[in-house]
């Protein structure tokens, strides 16, 4: 675990080092939102490599930005799902639960941002969209 935790660490403080064909053309986005976001060891130091890549701007790679979103989201509603009351959650929370939740605030508010344009032009994304404002309204 410690072995994985400063290889995400490493690539978080290198993701604005990277070429972005590797961030966009590879498996990177997938690879992170399956296999490292939904590990409650991973999922704070991954939300912040997705989140600097939501911020980045890149308007060639309009799809890939859709996919982050997408998969972010879906993996977020199975880890915490819309019911759940947020602010009972963050004042009882750990340490690394109240990060989780302020991370996934910085992740929805960093990728809306910078992509809610392209987000709210896709119909296939209407109900994401909708749920992370929800999850921003709970958070709030």
Request: net charge negative.
């Amino acid at each position: 675990i410690p072995l994985v935790q400063a290889t995400l660490n490493t690539l978080l403080g290198f993701l604005n080092w990277i070429p972005l064909g590797y961030i966009f053309e590879t498996k990177l986005i997938s690879q992170l939102t399956y296999k490292f976001l939904s590990v409650p060891d991973f999922r704070n130091t991954t939300l912040k490599c997705l989140t600097e890549i939501a911020g980045i701007d890149a308007r060639v790679h309009a799809d890939q930005f859709c996919e982050l979103f997408n998969l972010t989201m879906n993996q977020i509603k199975t880890m915490l799902p819309l019911t759940t009351n947020l602010r009972d959650a963050y004042k009882s929370g750990r340490d690394d639960e109240q990060n989780f939740i302020q991370n996934m605030a910085l992740f929805i508010s960093t990728i809306l941002k910078e992509h809610g344009t392209l987000i709210e032009s896709k119909n296939d994304l209407h109900t994401s969209l909708l749920e992370a404002l929800h999850y921003l309204v709970l958070i709030s």
